[in-house]
């Protein structure tokens, strides 16, 4: 029986819905709290890609609604100061939400910075707390992108339960919390990763696939079996022949998308939703913190 041609899994139409729907939500709560809810991104040096990122949610906070307090330090700022700035942020009573824009130079501890951070504060889902409150399945901040990976795959109706899912990739970023959120939408999960002896033959056996590594076109035709849902999480930064830069995921999507059920385009996909889950985060903190009712709540995020 022939494949049916696959579906994008749109991830900035979904994005853009939720965005709107948080539009709603903190109109309406405004006159409850008196204030907006406040992100505060911290973000070091000049990395073009770090300072991209920074500028769309700052661009998707002014739509929806929240206050957005930036800090942008030197490259050369001291672990002390930034620690200094967390605390302050903390002790704010205007903000609900911290981030610490990643990857920082390397005289830094990103670990240790993650650790300064309130639990209740902590947009991205990374603090251990908040981690450890996936593994235990109770409610809390979730990791953005894998709260946004969940999110797109409950869109289309796509089930996890009953399938085999592999994950290629072990952050704490991406890797280990989706792996989790699989597991506990009854998927049977399998995590590859560099040390993988036979990494084709691992991803062939996936009906789902969630490449989530940082390497360009890693996942290629050859290791997709067909009918697979292909999540492409990896955002490269690459340059053509004419040294015009573009952006690529992990997987090898001209090649790949013919062989799967559905895909996500990289741009398009899991980084819009990586953006409105972190908005999202920010307004459910800002409920708990204000006492104030946060409705609509879905499985994969709480």
């Known amino acids: 029986m022939p494949l049916q041609p696959p579906v994008l ?24 709290v008196g204030r907006p809810p406040g992100l505060a991104v911290l973000m070091v040096g000049d990395n073009p890609a770090s300072a ?3 500028r769309n949610k700052e661009r998707a906070c002014e739509r929806v609604g929240i206050a957005s307090f930036g800090h942008h330090f030197p490259a050369d700022v001291s672990q002390a100061e930034l620690t200094q700035v967390i605390h302050q942020l903390n002790a704010d009573e205007r903000v609900d939400g911290i981030l610490v824009q990643l990857p920082l130079p390397n005289h830094l501890d ?3 910075l993650l650790y300064e951070i309130l639990p209740e504060k902590d947009a991205d889902g990374l603090h251990p707390m908040n981690l450890g409150r996936l593994v235990r399945k109770e409610p809390g901040l ?17 089930s996890p339960q009953g ?24 998927a049977t999960v399998t995590m590859a990763h560099s040390k993988t002896p036979d990494l084709k033959a691992t991803v062939l056996a996936a009906d789902i696939v969630v490449a989530a590594v940082g390497q360009p076109n890693l996942i290629t035709a050859d290791m997709v079996k067909p009918g697979a849902i292909v999540i492409d999480v990896g955002i490269n930064r690459v340059q053509d022949e004419s040294g015009k830069a573009r952006l690529v995921g992990d997987v090898d999507f001209a090649n790949v998308q013919p062989r799967s059920s559905y ?3 990289v741009p ?22 204000c006492k104030a009712s946060y409705n609509d709540e879905t499985p994969t995020q709480r």
């Open 163 to 186: 399938k085999h899912a592999v994950v290629i990739g072990r952050s704490i970023l991406v890797g280990k919390p989706i792996a989790l959120m699989l597991l506990d939408a009854n």
């Open 263 to 265: 895909i996500t385009p």
């Open 268 to 289: 398009g996909g899991v980084g819009a939703m990586t953006v409105a889950m972190l908005l999202e985060n920010t307004t459910w903190s800002y409920c708990q913190r």
């Open 110 to 112: 990103a670990e240790a």
């Open 9 to 32: 899994l749109d991830g900035k139409q979904l994005a853009q819905q939720m965005q709107d729907a948080l539009a709603q939500k903190i109109q309406h709560l405004l006159p409850q």
């Open 52 to 54: 991209a990122y920074v």
């Open 142 to 158: 979730k990791s953005c992108t894998p709260a946004g990976v969940m999110r797109l795959l409950e869109q289309y109706q796509l």
